[in-house]
């Protein structure tokens, strides 16, 4: 059994990556702390770093949050880019840059990305540009992780469980069930892989 933090359990893709760590001892978090055992804001390098301090040891995290702005290109505000990428561009190499002080030797760090970088939709300019970044930041800094860390990312596409939010932007999409995303972030803290995207998709 691995001590695994979880951020952003609370939301629908957290619930789905929890469906694959339930042999795990599960710490979760979230921005609100609303329902979990602590709040953080992955935008803010010291509320990470308190949350790694409070858990103490860790064997892996798993982060399933990154907020993005939606808008066409040409009227996308300067403020909406900059929220996107803050929170799941930088928020999620923050979870990384500070977390490697903190995880135990031959840790894991997983992070999420999304089917809109290689399945563009109208209006999700932001979320496939950070989407594509975070693929290509697990893939390079893998290399450079320190003590046997390995790192991969989850680039899933809609949840069923999340259809009747997002259904009516993604016409021709095939949902995925919750429980197959899981075994993705399942497949990443308990294997061997490292630099992988591992995407789901139907």
Not at 110 to 131: C, E, F, H, M, R
Request: aromatic share 8%.
């Amino acid at each position: 059994m691995k001590t695994v933090i979880l951020i952003g359990a609370q939301g629908k893709m957290g619930q789905a990556a929890l469906s694959g760590l339930k042999q795990h001892r599960v710490i979760t978090a979230s921005r609100s702390g609303d329902s979990c055992d602590f709040q953080v804001d992955i935008t803010d390098k010291d509320s990470i770093k308190q949350l790694f301090k409070n858990v103490g040891d860790f064997d892996a995290v798993v982060n399933t949050v990154g907020h993005c702005e939606y808008a066409p290109f040409q009227t996308m505000t300067d403020d909406q880019w900059h929220t996107t990428i803050q929170s799941k561009l930088i928020g999620q190499i923050n979870v990384v840059k500070v977390g490697i002080d903190y995880i135990k030797d031959s840790g894991s760090f997983t992070l999420i990305s999304g089917i809109l970088n290689v399945k563009p939709i109208p209006q999700a300019i932001a979320d496939a540009t950070t989407s594509g970044a975070i693929d290509t930041f697990v893939k390079c800094v893998a290399n450079e992780l320190p003590r046997g860390i390995r790192i991969n990312v989850v680039n899933p596409t809609v949840l069923e469980e999340a259809w009747d939010i997002y259904g009516e932007m993604m016409p021709g999409f095939q949902p995925v069930p919750g429980q197959l995303v899981g075994k993705a972030f399942e497949r990443s803290v308990d294997g061997f892989i490292t630099g992988q995207v591992l995407f789901v998709d139907a």
